[in-house]
């Protein structure tokens, strides 16, 4: 009976004794850590940065009941400065190896993913990207395809009823027009953007984004087509309404009928070059919260701060421009506005 108590107690000791090894080696574990941290902290501000990780990789990996944070730093503090000196095979197997001990970390598996990117060829990290931003970019890109469609098709009538009350003989009217031609043209897009979305509401006009949009774009492009308009009309020879009016015409019957079909050889190709440039002023309207190419562009370049996606949209808008560049030369070419006359 004596021996088995003696055996207890023995044991007990035993375990008494490990129980005190392991708390106080613990303090002295995370003591080494921090130890270790700021040793290489300090290397690093040398710009030493081999001997900077390796002194990194010395920090322990963490008992049971240890700390992660200073082993989860050190991994991860080593495997960026392998990254930036772009040796992607030492930074790869540092952050294996704090997943092999913490294979939930997010941090951990984000930084891995990065670092196996890197390690793709150019070509096929393009052809990713590509795959990955383009359907945004296209979404954003019909919104532009909106704005251009209906500032190609409401311009040319507001710019028309402009140009023809400004070369009207009613003043009133003739001067308003003035007015309008000499407030759109002579003030920035992106201003006139601004007080229709950021300065009407303080009048009490408050307007989403796409009618804002919207009718910035055509009122701007009313007035610039209303002066190519107005020049048109006048470079048609004025015998052409003498004639007209002979005939018995009214003067807006001669308008309608004789000399404003003729003007459209003539402002063709000015018309063309207003409406390549309204592809590239749709950007503006991204200032006042309109998600189209331009914002959907931004958004994905600083939430990824690749620039693949900034060349991407650049395509995008090469192609708008190259399609509508040769859809007015073929207009141009059929309605014969280069014949000599």
Known sequence: MKTRIDAIVRSAAVAVLLLLTILTALPAQAADADAL??????????GDLDAAVKVYLEVPKPGPEGDQGQFVASRMQAARLEFAVKDYDAALTIIEELLSVYPDNIEAKQFRDSVKESMMPQWKRLMNDTVKFVPH?????LMTLLLVVFTMVISPIGGLFIALGRIGTFKP????????????????LLLQLFF??????????????????????GLNYSAYLAEIIRSG????????????????M??????RRVIIPQTYRVILPPVGNEFIALIKDTAL????????????ADQLFNASFNITVLGLAACIYLLFTTVFTFLFEHLEEKVGAYEVR
């Open 285 to 296: 309207v991204s200032t006042i919260a309109m998600v189209e190419l331009m914002r959907t």
């Open 250 to 255: 009214t003067y807006w019957q001669a308008m």
């Open 173 to 188: 009217v003739s001067k308003l027009c003035w007015f309008i031609i000499w407030l759109f043209r002579g003030t920035p």
């Open 137 to 141: 970019l296209l979404k954003g890109s």
């Open 233 to 248: 009309i006048l470079s048609i020879d004025r015998g052409q309404m003498e004639a007209a009016e002979a005939m018995g």
């Open 196 to 217: 229709i979305y950021y300065g009407l509401p303080a009048l009490g006009i408050t307007l989403k984004p796409i009618p804002a949009a919207l009718i910035g774009l």
């Open 37 to 46: 941290m700021k040793r290489a902290n300090n290397i690093m501000a040398t």
